[in-house]
């Protein structure tokens, strides 16, 4: 825990396009940036929201995209101006605007 200034690489499944498996691939995360938290995600689903994603017929998602935003896990790393947790502190809850931080670490 605590690498805040390195580019990690980790597992993350992949959504390419819709109405396809995802594809479980190793990712390279950049170090949290100013007001940002890196997660070690310890589990995640699929929730109704990323099911509509995977939909053919929803024609506004963006590809590719790593899904499972409502992990839980451990804090691996803050960015500066994060005050309000630290390494090591336990997270569970939907994370957006991290979703592209975010992954599968093995
Ligand atoms: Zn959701």
Redesign the pocket.
Known sequence: MGSVAEVIKCKAAIAWEANKPLCIEEVEVAPPKAHEVRIQIIATAL????AHILHPKFTEAFFPVILG??GAGIVESVGPGVTNCKPGNSHDG?SYKEQSQVGLFT
Not at 47 to 50: A, I, L, R, S, W
């Open positions: 929730c109704h929201t990323e935003h409502e939907e």
